[in-house]
């Protein structure tokens, strides 16, 4: 199970969404409403626990992909899915950074991209065990 490469790949995946709970993705100064006072903003910050349920959708995902590996078809479908949420958690983010009025990205966003690249990296070794096998196949 974990001397195939894509289940290290799932496996850092995984950890990398379950540390994006508590590391900071956007911080700054929400927009001010119009009780504040001479416009100042409040300061906030977007983290993975303003959206628990996708954050932890995509770890636990990765890691039931990872038992997976006897039908890679199944697996590459989990992956898929896994991609396709974090992508949906990335625009939701992307959504709320446009209630601040100033702020930065921070190091949380840099995370998110490589769960996407390590989901990537993990579909890229499942196709290439499926085309060894169907060669291995073809061989008999």
């Known amino acids: 199970m974990l001397q195939r ?5 799932l ?14 993705f956007y911080a700054g100064n929400i ?20 959206n628990p349920i ?32 974090e992508i949906s958690l990335l625009i939701f983010y992307f959504y709320l950074t446009k209630t601040f009025k100033e702020g930065t990205i921070a ?5 998110h991209l490589l769960i996407i690249i390590f989901i990537l990296l993990a579909i890229a070794g499942i196709r290439k065990d499926n085309k060894i096998i169907a060669e291995s196949d073809r061989l008999r």
């Not at 490469?5 to 790949?9: A, F, Y």
């Not at 496996?11 to 900071?24: D, P």
């Open 5 to 9: 490469i894509q289940s290290i790949w």
């Open 11 to 24: 496996l850092l995946a995984a950890t990398c969404s379950f540390v994006s709970l508590k590391i900071t």
């Open 31 to 50: 927009i001010a409403e119009q009780g504040a006072t001479n416009g100042v903003g409040l300061y906030s910050e977007i983290k993975g626990m303003d």
């Open 54 to 85: 996708l954050t932890t959708a995509v770890g636990v995902i990765c890691l039931i992909s990872i038992f997976l590996y006897k039908n890679r078809k199944q697996q590459i479908k989990f992956c898929i899915a896994a991609f396709f949420v």
């Open 107 to 111: 190091i949380g966003a840099a995370i």
